[in-house]
């Protein structure tokens, strides 16, 4: 008896203990939270330096994190959102539900950064990609002509769906609605959001899939298999620059701004290439690993502003809609 009270004793102080440290909630995207993504290694070192529990929530993809907090308002259980891009920055700013960082940090984006919100902490370039034995079209107009199959993601919920809709509105601006009716007939599916859609494509279920032009150094590096490409489209491919934010009505907010300054720093950056495989927003000391030196660079990029791209995405979803529903 005496040996199990002892028991109950130890449980209830280690409880208490638990109970003492103070959580921070961060609202993410599914595959950043998933076993293989960046989640259990960010979790396991940031509580190694913050003396609390950090709880990641996944909730889908990256564009369903702004209706998940719209949704929720001031009564979001969430501290931070991580997984939000440049595409979606000023309708999230519109919100109100958002506080400034305190960040100073060089970043090795291609481009400037001084937004007083939302911090980076990767970026790339969507893309599709491929087997490498299967011959591919080098731009949207060749690809809405020809037989090849893809797998695409939901503008509404996904990042890179929302991407894809903006790569091809940037292109071909009033003739984007031509391209997605020939479009049309090459889509299998399209799915809320980008697990689901590689998974399907890796069951070969469609030629190709909307990811990144770092999505091959996955394959070659954790799974040393080089079958993988990225198809380069002579149009340019457009950019995405992931970021994260604070909420303001956080009842961490040092918890909150330790996270943000945890993100720009080498250990967390060094997470990022072979878990997110994206490029890290402030390359490690260590630089980047071998393999992607091997990966396709676009030799034109695109990037719409924040604010251009907020008045872009409404037209260029109701274009996409209305070809898609033919």
């Known amino acids: 008896m005496k040996h199990l ?6 449980l209830c102080a280690t409880s208490a203990v638990a109970a ?10 599914d595959s950043f939270v998933s076993d293989w993504g960046p989640g259990p290694q960010v979790k396991e070192a940031f509580e190694a ?15 369903a994190l702004l209706s998940r907090i719209r949704l929720e308002g001031e009564n979001s259980d969430a501290d ?21 960082h305190s960040i100073n940090a060089e970043f090795s984006l291609p481009i400037e950064w001084n937004d007083e919100t939302f911090v980076p902490y990767d970026w790339g370039y969507f893309a599709f990609v491929h087997n490498k034995d299967a011959a591919v079209p080098g731009n949207f107009r060749d ?7 893809i797998l695409i993601q939901d503008p509404r919920s996904s990042t890179p769906g ?17 391209i997605w009716e020939g479009l049309s007939d090459n889509i299998v599916t399209v799915t809320k959001g980008w697990s689901e859609a590689y998974g399907l494509f890796l069951e070969g279920e469609a030629d190709m899939v909307l990811s990144y032009t770092t999505s091959p150094a996955y394959h070659l590096i954790a799974e040393d298999d080089a079958s993988k490409a990225a198809a380069a489209f002579d149009e340019g491919h457009y950019m995405q620059v992931e970021v994260a934010a604070k909420l303001a009505g956080t009842d ?13 720093s080498d250990t967390f950056q060094s997470i990022i ?10 390359t490690p000391e260590g630089g980047l690993p071998k393999g992607f030196e091997t990966l396709h660079t676009p030799e034109k990029s695109l990037l719409l502003g924040a604010d251009e791209a907020a008045k872009m995405r409404k037209e260029a979803l109701a274009e996409w809609l209305g070809a898609l529903s033919q």
């Open 273 to 282: 290439p072979t878990t997110n495989w994206m490029y890290p927003a402030i």
């Open 80 to 100: 931070i959102v991580l997984g939000l891009d440049t595409n979606l920055i000023a309708a999230t700013k519109q919100t109100g539900l958002f506080a400034p």
């Open 252 to 264: 961490q907010p040092e918890l909150a701004d330790q996270f943000l300054e945890f993100m720009t």
């Open 5 to 10: 009270l002892f028991a109950a004793g130890l």
């Open 143 to 149: 690809l809405a002509a020809s037989d090849t199959k």
């Open 49 to 63: 330096v913050c003396n609390c529990e950090l709880n990641l929530v996944g909730v889908e993809d990256g564009a």
């Open 20 to 29: 003492d440290k103070p959580q921070l909630t961060v609202y993410t995207y």
């Open 162 to 178: 929302l991407g894809l809709l903006l790569w091809v509105k940037s292109v071909y601006g009033d003739e984007a609605p031509e």
